[in-house]
């Protein structure tokens, strides 16, 4: 072979170096495939008999049509051909194929001339391609833009009797998808220069598919979306999850493509859109038809269509074509048997029908059910049913599946959702461990999305058990692979958990921020269940602030769509999430009304006891605010007296403080209140735990041994930093200090506390006590107008109400 190089179109052949190039990109090429554009190229003043080019890619006879197809479509599609139009490679009926493509001969150093494998077969050849593909680690980042050119709709016609030589970018790995009964359209450049940014750059999401067929073929409206985009996914594209898709869409999920892709924009970073339609049914080989179109916010770049007597292979072959579009090659891998079931299953799950889903798999031919995807998703369906323990076992046997060993991207998906569920369960150190096993799978660099759930879920098994370090580290991990998947609903979920990592942590300030962001992420993405989550969130915060503005503010948008809400212990919880935000406001008639209805009304197997005793301790609060001792005192009887001697329960200490309030009579021995004080590792219950062990002394009348409870209580209260246990500690100790006439002590605590006496009632009340017990009218004014401001209807003590007669200290 002479040592030349030969350019045509946009490439660069170099027969003694191995290599073609488009552009500036090397294309990795089977031996046989570089040998068969060689032997073409070279003999292009004549068309090449099959025989003879059998003879000089095999160097052998014994080859079938079949496998010198196969060779050909290869080639073509490596030279951006198209198997009607042949720009490059021509067929000569009967005889064989000639080189047709302008070219032009550089001379090039001498080399060893371009050799084949000996190999058998050009199956091995493609395999050691793929296999070269996959062992590339995975980019860290984006490859340099390309230029693809868009086309508007009125100069299609004319464009498509053009050729560029930058076309071939778009029309890459086509000729191989021209069989079969399937046909191929697409948008040709113009002259102009578009912005696209190629779709190696692009976030993309894929519309639900128009459909017209009939209602038993209902399902590929979402199932056919999700097979393109998992096509698409696996081709390369940063592809949305097409629950993310849907969210975006929300309600507006059937508007067209532009509006769409406006909505998709804003709130996210999608750049390309994928919309399509799919037509037909019935038995003949081409009863159904695809059209998929990738647009931007110029118009659409780039289009492919398929026929086949199958959905499912039309909407593949489709995708494929779209893909090579693109500049992406289609992934390796035929549908399995058991494809149709679990897609249809996968669009009862987007249609939120886990039941439905279920019941497609369960009924899916017997051989069929053996299928790993079909197991996998059947187990899903019980999760997303809240059978969490069920779902376990099916993952779990699932996994001990021998012929689940070589699917990496398969094991990474159950060991995460064995973690999912077993985090639901509470066995949260095998959930731990089941993350890590994920994350730690052959390729999973390869599987972005997958490979940040993952992380994400370990990191929740971490938050979960106090390990606030390695939960962050995860987080951060997840947030990464997610944004390279292009998954911006998925990026939300961790700020979420970092809002909640924060909180539990006792930095409010950043968890305040994160849930705000996340919150306000859901909501654009009509994301309901996840919505509530960070709302709640975000309210539990605002309440540890001392943002009781916000906080009631925050409990509005919960309760706008509480009656949407399916889960009826859920609804329950947020109806207590109002009711407390209410009753730190003063809206005391409402919390009543609210209260009364959960426990008139509690619902079936409603046992959350956690949210039983959210709603005693409501009751008992709200008593002790309307100045009902009685009820008070019958309400806290049910409240648990004692805190466990480890653990670190936030609720378990803060019932016990109210209970002790409403029950005053009712002191413990002094072992069991010294005990009261060990160390716990939230920054929340530490100081309740030792200021409930501080006024059970005080109103056992031991002041000697109150006091340094409460300066105990006050210093693990400053250093956890949460401002509604530095002021409930601060309040006591301050009333306290009040009533035994250490003014000046009891001056600093509630100097401390004053800056939150702008939207806290307490703290304002506190304010005015001290200028009641000092005399001084002018403070008093000050502070009995923001008490007055705040009360709602809640009543201020008599003694506060008029200003104090001057008096000396």
């Not at 292979?313 to 779209?322: K, W």
């Not at 309901?528 to 009781?548: C, F, H, I, K």
């Not at 002041?703 to 530095?726: T, W």
Request: hydrophobic share 45%.
């Amino acid at each position: 072979m002479r040592a030349v190089t030969y350019r045509f179109h946009d490439f660069r052949l170099s027969p003694a170096a191995h290599e073609l190039w488009r552009a500036d990109a090397r294309l990795v090429l089977p031996p046989r495939v570089l040998a068969c554009l060689c032997h073409l190229i070279e003999q292009r003043e004549r068309a090449v008999g099959r025989d003879e080019l059998i003879r000089a890619v095999w160097h052998r006879d014994n080859v079938s049509d079949i496998q010198l197809g196969q060779l050909i479509l290869r080639a073509r599609r490596a030279v951006g051909d198209e198997g009607t139009l042949q720009h490059s490679i021509r067929t000569v009926v009967g005889f064989g194929y000639r080189w047709v493509a302008p070219t032009e001969t550089e001379a090039a150093v001498p080399a060893e001339p371009v050799g084949t494998t000996g190999r058998d077969d050009e199956l091995d050849d493609e395999r050691d391609a793929v296999a070269r593909t996959r062992d590339r680690p995975a980019p860290t980042a984006d490859p340099p833009p390309r230029n693809v050119q868009r086309v508007p709709s009125a100069d299609r016609t004319a464009a498509a009797s053009r050729w560029s030589r930058r076309n071939a970018l778009a029309w890459a790995s086509l000729a191989a998808l021209c069989g079969a009964g399937l046909l191929l359209f697409g948008y040709f450049p113009s002259t102009k220069q578009d912005t696209f940014v190629a779709a190696t750059d692009a976030r993309v999401a894929v519309l639900p598919l128009a459909i017209d067929a009939a209602d038993e073929n209902a399902w590929l409206r979402l199932g056919g979306m999700d097979l393109v985009a998992e096509r698409l996914r696996r081709g390369g594209l940063a592809v949305a999850r097409s629950e993310t898709t849907l969210n975006g869409l929300g309600a507006d999920a059937r508007i067209d493509a532009a509006a769409a892709l406006e909505r998709l924009q804003r709130i996210g970073e999608t750049r390309l859109l994928i919309d399509g339609e799919l037509a037909g049914g019935g038995r003949s080989a081409d009863a159904w038809t695809v059209r998929l179109r990738a647009r931007t916010a110029d118009g659409v770049v780039a289009g492919a269509e398929a026929k086949s007597g199958e959905a499912v292979a039309a909407l593949r072959e489709a995708s494929d074509r779209l893909l090579a579009a693109l500049g992406r090659a289609p992934p390796s891998g035929d549908a399995g048997p058991a494809t149709e079931y679990v897609q249809r299953a996968r669009a009862a799950l987007l249609a939120d029908e886990p039941a439905r889903a279920r019941e497609i798999l369960e009924t899916a031919p017997a051989p069929l059910r053996e299928d790993g995807e079909l197991r996998f998703y059947l187990a899903q369906s019980l999760a997303r049913s809240g059978q969490f323990a069920q779902a376990d076992g099916a993952l779990t046997a699932l996994l001990g599946d021998v012929s689940m060993a070589d699917d990496a991207r398969l094991r990474l998906r159950i060991l995460a959702a064995r973690g999912l569920a077993r985090v639901r369960i509470g066995r949260l150190q095998e959930a731990r461990a089941d993350f890590a096993a994920a994350t730690s799978q052959p390729h999973a660099q390869d599987f972005p999305a997958e490979l940040g759930e993952a992380y994400n879920g370990r990191a929740i098994a971490a938050i979960a058990l106090h390990d606030f370090d390695d939960g962050s580290a995860d987080l951060g991990r997840a947030r990464l692979q997610l944004e390279r998947a292009g998954d911006a609903l998925g990026v939300a979920h961790v700020d979420a958990n970092l809002g909640l990592l924060e909180y539990e942590r006792g930095a409010l300030a950043q968890a305040n921020a994160h849930l705000a962001s996340a919150a306000q992420r859901f909501e654009a993405f009509s994301s309901a269940r996840e919505r509530v989550s960070a709302l709640s969130g975000l309210l539990l915060v605002q309440q540890a602030q001392l943002q009781n503005t916000a906080a009631l503010a925050t409990s509005a948008r919960l309760w706008a769509g509480v009656e949407q809400a399916g889960d009826p212990v859920q609804k329950r919880a947020l109806i207590l999430r109002r009711a407390g935000a209410l009753l730190v406001t003063g809206g005391l008639r409402e919390t009543g009304r609210l209260l009364d209805a959960v426990s008139a009304d509690p619902g079936p197997n409603l046992h959350d006891t956690r949210d039983d005793e959210r709603l005693q301790l409501l009751r008992t609060e709200l008593a002790l605010r309307e100045g009902r001792m009685a009820d008070a005192a019958r309400e806290a009887s049910t409240l648990p007296h004692a805190i466990p001697a480890t653990g670190d329960d936030d609720l378990r200490a803060l019932s016990a403080l109210v209970r002790g309030r409403a029950l005053p009579d009712q002191a413990l021995p002094l072992d069991e209140t010294a005990q009261l004080a060990l160390a716990a590792p939230s920054p929340a219950a530490l100081p309740l735990r030792a200021l409930l062990a501080a006024e059970r002394a005080q109103r056992a009348g031991r002041f000697a041994e109150a006091q340094p409870l409460f300066r105990q209580a006050l210093s693990l209260a400053e250093s956890g930093g949460i401002p509604f246990v530095i002021a409930t500690v601060a309040g006591s100790y301050a009333s306290v200090l009040l009533d035994q006439g250490s003014l000046d002590e009891a001056a600093a605590l509630i100097g401390r506390v004053s800056v939150w006496a702008g939207d806290d009632f307490d703290c304002a009340l506190l304010q005015s006590r001290l200028a009641v017990a000092n005399g001084d009218a002018q403070a008093w004014s000050k502070a009995s107008s923001a008490a007055l401001r705040l009360a709602g209807e809640r009543t201020i003590p008599p003694q506060l109400a008029r200003p104090p007669s001057p008096q000396a200290r």
